[in-house]
């Protein structure tokens, strides 16, 4: 669970939690590509029939964000959406961490995780 370290302090000391960091830091950028910079390189880089779960899990972080004031660019950076995200109740910090492994998951694996894929054919 590469977000739930987001919302936890990092300890630099040991070599996992290196690793972990740099982890984060390369999710980060990527959710930096597709939220807020190059979206059309990275939705287009997906298999046709998973771009519109691309938009639509896109736009509900990006409304999620907007609601509880949380700055898209934070996602970004793990110090900064730890501190914007500190205020958050239980039930948002885990929507907003499901939220963003949903995201990521699509984004490393060109396909939804098959329980987003099996929700969003039953919503349809």
Do not use: C, W
Request: cysteine-free; charged content about 30%.
């Amino acid at each position: 669970m590469i977000f739930m370290s987001l919302f936890r302090p990092s300890f630099e000391s040991s070599p996992s939690a290196a690793s972990a960091e740099a982890e984060v830091q390369r999710t980060s950028e990527i959710f930096g590509e597709a939220i807020m910079d190059s979206v059309s390189s990275v939705r287009d880089s997906l298999p046709e029939q998973h771009r519109a779960h691309f938009e639509t899990l896109r736009q509900e972080i990006i409304d999620f964000t907007k609601a509880h004031g949380i700055p898209k660019e934070s996602l970004t950076k793990p110090a900064a959406l730890r501190e914007a995200t500190s205020k958050l109740s239980i039930p948002d910090l885990e929507r907003l961490a499901l939220l963003l492994e949903r995201f990521e998951y699509l984004l490393k694996n060109g396909e939804p995780k098959k329980e987003d894929y099996t929700e969003a054919l039953e919503y349809a």
